[in-house]
Structures are given as C-alpha cells and as structure tokens.
Nanobody
Framework: QVQLLESGGGLVQAGDSLRLSCAASGRTFGGYVMAWFRQAPGKERKFVASIRWSGGTTDYADSVKGRFVISRDNAKNMVYLQMNSLKPEDAAIYYC???????????WGQGTQVTVSS
C-alpha cells in the first residue's frame, strides 16, 4: 500500500523560497507518476507539477513554470518541490500524490500548508 508523507510547509514572505518533501513508501515506484497538487481555501484542488519516477520526465502548471522545480531521489524514495519566487497566490495546502502510469487513480498524502505573506 502506497503511503505518502509531506513536510516542509510553513509561513514565508513573497519572494522567498521553500522546499517541500514527500516521503513515499509501501512499494517500489518504477512505473509511477509522482505529483504535487494544491488547494487554496474555497477553491478546487489543482495540478502543480509531476515527474515520472522512471526517466524523470517533468510537467508543470503554467502558473509555476520557471519558479518551481519537481525532483525525486530514487535511492531515498523522496519527491521534492522546490518553490522559488513565491507569491501570495501560491498559498495553499500542497498534496503529494502518486499513481501508476496506466491508472487514473491517485493516492494522496495528508497535505502540508504553505502560507505566503505579501
């Protein structure tokens, strides 16, 4: 059973950087897509970034391209989201997720709060 545990959220000022971490466990993740989604209060959950565990192909939402970088450490079973030049509109709960490449079903972590003050 896949388990995901996020960490690294917090309160920062606009323009600051923050790195989120996701510890993945429960199986080997070859053939998986790992991703970050976020949900702001009163809004729907939205895609932020994804990475294929095998090969490392990445994808980003337009709103974070050039500012956020997703990466993974195969040896440690960790996924990271480096967030730079943070804006108040980046404030949200950030969720680490995983799915098999041929599946549409995501497994979710519990989320970590990111607050950005202007």
């Amino acid at each position: 059973q896949v388990q995901l545990l996020e960490s690294g959220g917090g309160l920062v000022q606009a323009g600051d950087s923050l790195r989120l971490s996701c510890a993945a466990s429960g199986r080997t993740f070859g053939g998986y897509v790992m991703a970050w989604f976020r949900q702001a209060p009163g809004k729907e959950r939205k895609f932020v970034a994804s990475i294929r565990w095998s090969g490392g192909t990445t994808d980003y939402a337009d709103s974070v391209k050039g500012r956020f970088v997703i990466s993974r450490d195969n040896a440690k079973n960790m996924v990271y989201l480096q967030m730079n030049s943070l804006k108040p509109e980046d404030a949200a709960i950030y969720y680490c997720t995983a799915r098999q490449e041929y599946s549409v079903l995501w497994t979710w972590g519990q989320g970590t709060q990111v607050t950005v003050s202007s």
